[in-house]
T-cell receptor
């Protein structure tokens, strides 16, 4: 069965600095990997995905993520953080051929002004 | 991406009553939809997979008689929390599964008093 680990409950970054939110995954087949963001009392907004192709994926709001097959990681990154990036971020995985998406526990990102 | 509309966005009900949450796919015919539950500061827990025209598939530990799911058409799935109790208070989110990523409703904050 697939699983996702987000080792950090919270990440604090000063505005303007680069940010990284970590994610590792486990699947038996080919992974589809996703990052979603959630603002308070709202549903999830899709940020980006890796299906196949280039390991570096660019998404919404200047975010990007790098797929690393050997390390089974899919860390979310942004070169310069904004205060408005403060939110709850979820990494998720779906196995090729399965409709279910499994989420990590989430990482709360605080961007300090 | 696809648009998923979830209603209501919040509801307060008395203990012992039932509450129905609707999830509509506005621009996509969804044969499969998913219902998640999110506890405060926690991740999304998949409750069940809603299948159009057939019975829902529940995850282990989810009471099917407590959380009734109906998916009578390709654009509407409903979750009914029956005989609600305070411990059912939570944030419920539906999603539909696209070809790769999932699209989420806005979520419903249920408070049982």
């Amino acid at each position: 069965a697939q699983s996702v680990a987000q080792p950090e409950d919270q990440v604090n970054v000063a505005e303007g600095n680069p940010l990284t939110v970590k994610c590792t995954y486990s699947v038996s087949g080919n992974p589809y990997l996703f990052w979603y963001v959630q603002y308070p009392n709202r549903g999830l907004q899709f940020l980006l995905k890796y299906i196949t192709g280039d390991n570096l994926v660019k998404g919404s709001y200047g975010f990007e993520a790098e797929f690393n097959k050997s390390q089974t990681s899919f860390h979310l990154k942004k070169p310069s953080a904004l205060v408005s990036d403060s939110a709850l971020y979820f990494c998720a995985v779906r196995e090729d051929g399965d409709d279910k998406i499994i989420f990590g526990k989430g990482t709360r990102l605080h961007i300090l002004p | 991406g696809a648009v998923v509309s979830q209603h209501p966005s919040w509801v307060i009900c008395k203990s012992g009553t039932s509450v129905k949450i609707e999830c509509r796919s506005l621009d996509f015919q969804a044969t499969t939809m998913f219902w998640y539950r999110q506890f405060p500061k926690q991740s999304l827990m998949l409750m069940a997979t809603s299948n159009e025209g057939s019975k829902a598939t529940y995850e282990q530990g989810v009471e099917k008689d407590k959380f009734l799911i109906n998916h009578a058409s390709l654009t509407l799935s409903t979750l009914t929390v029956t005989s609600a109790h305070p411990e059912d208070s939570s944030f419920y989110i539906c999603s539909e599964s696209g070809i790769t990523e999932a699209f989420f409703g806005q979520g419903t904050r249920l408070t049982v008093v």
